[in-house]
């Protein structure tokens, strides 16, 4: 099973930048979650966002 399977994507409504308090968007393709606001994207590792700022990766 995939990862994009197994992610619901409800969950974004609920979750939130740890840094900024901002909102994310869903990158399907890179299984991310990305704030525009801080310039990172969180991976989305098995299905689960990993929200740690050490994780993410600077957007360019």
Do not use: H, W
Not at 22 to 48: C, F, H, M
């Amino acid at each position: 099973m995939s990862d994009e399977a197994n992610f619901d994507r409800r969950m974004i409504e609920a979750l939130v930048c740890p840094q900024t308090q901002a909102t994310l968007s869903y990158d399907a393709e890179r299984q991310e979650l990305v704030s525009k606001a801080a310039g990172l994207a969180y991976p989305i590792r098995n299905g689960i966002p990993v929200m740690l700022v050490d994780e993410a990766r600077k957007l360019d």
